[in-house]
């Protein structure tokens, strides 16, 4: 007689006790590690899309190009499975790139928090882009590092002020002391002149940006059928690209 030792597909660990039978006969089993983000599993499942390493395809897939219907012809899954595997994802995407503020704020022998300026300017701009039809606006506003191009926050809403305050409020742990935007009146009406320069010559690598966004995302390439159907997916694979690429998070 072999005996096999059963591994926890999450943590790798042995602490696996069996937990009850799918409606096929097959065994689940429960990894008692409390730290692992793992319920239940099998080692064998009869669906592909239930297999761990189909569902990190399906993000990757999704970041790169990918639409929700190609992702499922490719896998041989549903598409049903991809939206639900995505949307899984929402409540880990962050807005802020805490990596750069986590440079900038250091906590000392005491409760005190001393700020350093690591970033002194800041590039800022929004890209249109729309969901289910063109009268439905989406645009992301965002705002990077002008030095090594980072992006350092980002919201998702209208072309209204009020959009902008919100980035600009996510932004005001960097301690920002100088902004380059475009000629649009919102920067005007909500930057002063001592903090604010408009042109376009200091504004390329954010426009770089755009370019990279609509170059690997598929919903974001204009002159095509692909564009969202929901403001949930269509904020969330841009939001699980710039966590992942921007900010370092492997989500």
């Known amino acids: 007689m072999i005996w096999e030792t059963v591994k926890c597909p999450k943590c790798g660990g042995e602490e696996i006790i069996k937990h009850g039978k799918t409606a096929t006969e097959k065994q689940r089993y429960k990894c008692q590690n409390e730290e692992c983000e793992c319920t239940t599993f099998m080692r064998e499942y009869s669906y592909q ?148 320069e408009s042109g376009k010559k200091n504004t390329q690598t954010i426009e770089r940006k755009h370019l990279t966004l609509r170059t690997r995302i598929k919903r974001l390439v204009r002159k095509t059928i692909c564009f969202s159907k929901s403001i949930l997916m269509h904020d969330l694979v841009i939001g699980l690209f710039i966590n992942r690429y921007e900010f370092g998070i492997l989500v």
């Open 49 to 196: 899309g239930s297999l761990p390493e189909v569902k990190a395809k399906i993000i990757e897939m999704s970041m790169n190009g990918s639409g929700i219907r190609d992702i499922g012809r490719v896998l041989k899954i549903s598409p049903t499975t991809v939206i639900e595997e995505l949307k899984k994802k929402a409540s880990e995407v962050e807005k802020v790139n805490k990596r750069i503020i986590e440079q900038i704020t250091q906590q000392g022998e005491e409760i005190e928090v001393e700020i350093r300026p690591v970033v002194v300017e800041s590039e800022v701009d929004e890209m249109w882009s729309y969901v289910g039809n063109k009268e439905t606006q989406r645009w992301l506003w965002h705002a990077i590092d002008h030095k090594s191009g980072v992006v350092l926050a980002y919201v998702f809403g209208s072309r209204k002020d009020e959009v902008f305050l919100e980035l600009k409020k996510l932004l005001e742990p960097f301690g920002i002391r100088r902004f380059y935007t475009d000629a649009a009146g919102v920067y005007q009406r909500h930057l002063s002149p001592e903090e604010h």
